[in-house]
């Protein structure tokens, strides 16, 4: 079964720390790999994309790998504001499907 | 540019009762999908649509949920005689054609959808 996973669910952190979300499927055989976050009463703002093929991707203080071998991801944030403060969803495509299969999450807060 | 606009943005309804539920795509995006989020669980999908043609609804739980697409864009969400188990957030993504699947997909705000 094609499953993600996110560990931890809930995380706080004091401002300008920098932080790793991590973020675990299982069948390495991905389509792409996509960071998403979520603020309280709103849809997913879309973060990164990595493609199968790529290693990583970076945007401002964001960086996310990817390691097909060992089915794992991770999204690099660099010294982390309050208002950073969201949940962060990672979502894998298999070449198999057409949807996105999330997981279910990391809830970061960042302390002023 | 604008982005996917969902409609309504809350809804509260009895049970029994049917619903629809609106999606306004990103302009020019031909893939379409309908995903649910209950209250402290991940995202599920429901079904997707690549211009008006649905080729996979696997993910509908029910024969209560449908869905369309027209003019290959805005679609309609359906649920009859809606039921508590119901109650989630409908979130609508889209996509542009693109080359193959590496295609971001873009979500809107959802409609959450209360059933009493």
């Known amino acids: 079964k094609q499953e993600v996973t996110q560990i931890p669910a809930a995380l706080s952190v004091p401002e300008g720390e920098n932080l790793v979300l991590n973020c675990s499927f299982t069948?390495?055989?991905?389509?792409?790999l996509q960071w998403f976050r979520q603020d309280p009463g709103k849809g997913l703002t879309s973060l990164l994309l990595?493609?199968?093929?790529?290693r990583e991707q970076t945007s401002g203080r964001l960086n996310a790998s990817l390691d097909k071998s060992s089915g794992r991801s991770t999204l690099y944030i660099a010294a982390s504001q309050p208002g950073d403060s969201a949940t962060y969803l990672c979502?894998?495509?298999?070449?198999?499907?057409?949807?996105?299969?999330f997981g279910s999450g990391t809830q970061l807060t960042v302390l002023p | 540019g604008a982005g996917v606009s969902q409609s309504p943005s809350n809804k509260v309804t009895e049970k029994g009762k049917d619903v629809e539920l609106r999606c306004d795509p990103i302009?020019?995006?031909?893939?379409l999908y309908w995903y649910r989020q209950r209250l402290g669980q991940g995202l599920e999908f429901l079904i997707y649509?690549?211009?008006?043609?649905?080729?996979?609804k696997s993910g509908l739980p029910s024969d209560r949920f449908s869905a369309e697409r027209t003019g290959g864009s805005v679609s309609t969400l359906t649920i009859q005689r809606t039921q508590q188990e119901d109650s989630a957030v409908y979130l609508c993504?889209?996509?542009?054609?693109?080359?193959?699947?590496?295609?971001?997909?873009?979500f809107g705000d959802g409609t959450r959808l209360s059933i009493l």
């Open positions: 993504a889209s996509s542009s054609p693109g080359t193959g699947l590496n295609q971001p997909q873009h």
């Open positions: 069948d390495s055989a991905i389509y792409n």
């Open positions: 990595i493609q199968s093929s790529q």
């Open positions: 979502a894998v495509k298999w070449g198999s499907a057409r949807q996105l299969t």
């Open positions: 302009s020019g995006h031909t893939a």
């Open positions: 649509f690549q211009g008006n043609s649905a080729p996979d």
